[in-house]
C-alpha cells in the first residue's frame, strides 16, 4: 500500500493558519493526494485532493511539492471546530482495490482558544 | 449532509454471533467501501463493492463478508464475533474513480462482550 508519513501531533492558536505536512515519497505518477479528517464520535470528513497542481476550496488549500513526495494541507484560519484527526492518503489505482483510501494514524490538531 | 446512512448506531453482541450492519449510499454512487476502526486507530479497509461484485479485500479473514444491492446500499456481515471485532464499523460511498470524494456515514459501534 502507498504510505505517507504525518506527525502524531500539531497545535494551532484560533484565527491562526495551520500548515499540516505530509510525505509520500513512493507516490507514483496516478495516485492522487487526498486529506480526510475526523471529528470526535463521527465519520471521517473529506477535506480536499489534487494530483499535480495546488488546490483550494472552501475548507482548505493543498499545496503539492514541485516531485509530488510531499504535501501542506493549510487551514488558512484555525477554528476550534477545525480540532480533528487529518489524515493524508494516497488515493491509488494499483493492485487489487482499484481507489481504495487507505488511511495511517493522522495528525490530531489541537486549537486553543 | 453527506447522505450516506448506516444502521444501527450502536449493538452490543455475544462473543461468537453474527451480525449484519447495513449502509445506504449516496444517490448515484456505484462504490461502497467498508472499514474497521479501533479505539484510537485509523480506519482500516475491510473490503469494496463496485457494481455489486467485490472489488478489493484487505487483510481481514472470510468470516467478515458483503453484499451489494442493485440500488448500490450494501451489507457487512460478520460471523463468529470475536471480542476484538469491537469496533467502529464505517461504510463509505463514491463514484468509482480516484479524483472523487468519498462520502462516509457516522459508523455503526459494534461491542462484543
Known amino acids: 500500500d502507498a504510505k505517507t508519513t504525518q506527525p502524531n501531533s500539531m497545535e494551532s492558536n484560533e484565527e491562526e493558519p495551520v500548515h499540516l505536512p505530509c510525505n509520500h515519497s513512493?507516490?507514483?505518477?496516478?495516485?492522487?493526494i487526498h486529506w480526510y479528517r475526523q471529528l470526535p464520535s463521527q465519520g471521517p470528513e473529506y477535506v480536499i485532493h489534487?494530483?499535480?497542481s495546488n488546490v483550494n476550496n472552501r475548507m482548505a488549500s493543498l499545496a503539492i511539492a514541485e516531485d509530488r513526495k510531499s504535501s501542506t494541507l493549510i487551514l488558512h484560519r484555525a477554528t476550534l471546530r477545525d480540532a480533528a484527526v487529518y489524515y493524508c492518503?494516497?488515493?491509488?489505482?494499483?493492485?487489487?482495490?482499484?481507489?481504495?483510501?487507505?488511511f495511517g494514524q493522522g495528525t490530531i490538531l489541537t486549537v486553543h482558544p | 449532509e453527506t447522505g450516506v446512512t448506516q444502521s444501527p448506531t450502536h449493538l452490543i453482541k455475544t462473543r461468537g454471533q453474527q451480525v449484519t450492519l447495513r449502509c445506504s449510499s449516496q444517490?448515484?454512487?456505484?462504490?461502497v467501501s467498508w472499514y474497521q476502526q479501533a479505539l484510537g486507530q485509523g480506519p482500516q479497509f475491510i473490503f469494496q463493492y463496485y457494481r455489486e461484485e467485490e472489488n478489493g479485500r484487505g487483510n481481514f479473514p472470510p468470516r467478515f463478508s458483503g453484499l451489494q444491492f442493485p440500488n448500490y446500499s450494501s451489507e457487512l456481515n460478520v460471523n463468529a464475533l470475536e471480542l476484538d471485532d469491537s469496533a467502529l464499523y464505517l461504510c463509505?460511498?463514491?463514484?468509482?474513480?480516484?479524483?472523487?470524494?468519498?462520502?462516509f456515514g457516522q459508523g455503526t459501534r459494534l461491542t462484543v462482550v
Open positions: 463509505a460511498s463514491s463514484p468509482r474513480g480516484l479524483n472523487t470524494e468519498a462520502f
Open positions: 513512493t507516490i507514483s505518477g496516478t495516485d492522487y
Open positions: 444517490s448515484g454512487h456505484n462504490t
Open positions: 489534487g494530483l499535480t
Open positions: 492518503i494516497l488515493r491509488t489505482g494499483g493492485g487489487t482495490s482499484y481507489g481504495k483510501l487507505t
